[in-house]
């Protein structure tokens, strides 16, 4: 299992995302550009010191990150407003990498068209979406536990 985030915008975000990637042991990709300087000293400040702990693969671009995903043979799966699976009905794999997009604008059609699954986190009608780095915890959480991958 891993988790990757689109070109994301807040800093926090990434911080909260890499702690929780490095409390459950789970590998962390960021596809640049985000919309902040990106750097140790940032994510320190953002993340504490686990984020700095976290195993974080940087990608300059979505095209790096799909030559990996490709190369690795690992299945995408897009957490999304418009994902077509609600979470509780999804069926994880450890071979799963979660991608959560920009908090400004998910992400783009190509993005949508190149994963292998949309899923969404189903929460009242009257609400948007929920904040990126809350969504990665619930979902890799849901997911963790379907492949029995929590830390012992």
């Given at each position: 299992m891993e988790i990757a985030l689109f070109q994301p915008d807040?800093?926090?975000n990434v911080g909260t995302?890499?702690?929780?990637?490095?409390?459950?042991g789970i590998p962390a990709h960021i596809i640049e550009p985000c919309g902040f300087p990106f750097s140790d000293q940032a994510l320190k400040r953002a993340g504490?010191?686990?984020a700095v702990r976290a195993n974080v693969r940087r990608h300059a671009d979505w095209n790096s990150f799909g030559t990996w995903i490709a190369a690795e043979g690992?299945?995408?799966v897009l957490l999304t407003t418009a994902g077509a699976t609600p979470l509780p009905d999804f069926a994880f794999t450890p071979d799963d990498v979660l991608l959560l997009g920009a908090e400004s604008s998910g992400?783009?059609?190509h993005v949508h068209?190149?994963?292998a699954a949309r899923v969404?986190?189903?929460?009242q009608a009257s609400f948007r979406s929920l904040n990126v780095a809350v969504a990665a915890g619930i979902a890799l959480a849901e997911a963790l536990r379907q492949t029995k991958g929590f830390p012992a």
């Open positions: 807040i800093a926090g995302t890499l702690r929780t990637a490095a409390c459950f504490m010191d686990y690992l299945r995408l992400v783009p059609p068209a190149a994963a969404a986190i189903p929460m």
